[in-house]
């Protein structure tokens, strides 16, 4: 069953902009990751945060946990074209937890 | 270091015909999962080894999908025989902390089934 569920589905921002997806879950976890994945490749991992945490960030990513409301926010700042990619939040990611991803198109 | 190599990267077989994925996880890791993923979807567990045992496989198709990690390293995954839904891309990944760690993916091997 997947537990993650991304959205919006799709985004289309402008170079520059700040894009931000959001991930809802079901159970409780231990921690949730964000993945990125370019059009025929596999997934690479972005960012783990733990259930004690709060907020986390790596460069330009910024994610939000908040457990109470079983959520997930990932934030890029200042985004660039090669930012266009499908994103994928995973609980527990070595079950089958991903969600079906938003897909991120960023416009020179 | 080497990443997790999959292989081959496309195959194009006809329906009832059998294939096989090899992955290659990165070195050291002892856990390996094989994920299936449609068009426009995320990935879905097939199956999870730690080392050479598989520790979840509630969700291969047992009926036509085998799969094998022989010594915990290298694993195959095979489909006998293929139908036209087994069209998919095929995602071998590897870590080193279990099912709550960061997964380390491969290129995919991308199946059509004609």
């Known amino acids: 069953s997947q537990q993650g569920e991304e959205d919006p589905q799709a985004l289309s921002i402008q170079e520059g902009e700040n894009a931000t997806m959001n991930c809802s879950y079901k159970?409780?976890?231990?921690?949730l990751q964000w993945y990125r994945q370019n059009s025929g490749r596999g997934l690479v991992h972005l960012i783990l945060?733990?259930?004690?945490?709060r907020e986390k960030h790596s460069g330009r990513l910024r994610v939000t946990l908040d457990t109470s409301k079983k959520s997930s926010s990932l934030l890029i700042t200042a985004s660039r074209a090669a930012d266009t990619a499908s994103y994928f939040c995973?609980?527990?990611?070595?079950?089958?937890?991903f969600g079906d991803g938003t897909t991120l198109t960023v416009k020179p | 270091e080497a990443g997790v190599v999959q292989s081959p990267r496309y195959k194009i077989i006809e329906k009832k015909q059998p294939v096989a994925f090899w992955c290659n996880p990165i070195?050291?890791?002892?856990?390996l999962y094989w994920y299936l993923q449609n068009l426009g979807q995320g990935p879905e567990l097939l199956i999870r080894?730690?080392?050479?045992?598989?520790?979840?496989d509630s969700q291969l198709p047992k009926d036509r999908f085998s799969a094998e990690r022989l010594k915990g390293v290298d694993s195959t995954l095979k489909i006998q025989p293929a139908e036209l839904g087994d069209s998919a891309v095929y995602l071998c990944?590897?870590?080193?902390?279990?099912?709550?760690?960061?997964?380390?993916f491969g290129e995919g091997s991308r199946l059509t089934v004609l």
């Open positions: 990944a590897s870590s080193f902390f279990g099912d709550t760690g960061e997964l380390f």
């Open positions: 159970t409780s976890i231990n921690n």
């Open positions: 945060i733990r259930s004690n945490e």
């Open positions: 995973a609980t527990e990611a070595g079950k089958s937890t």
């Open positions: 070195s050291g890791h002892n856990t």
């Open positions: 080894y730690e080392n050479e045992e598989a520790v979840d």
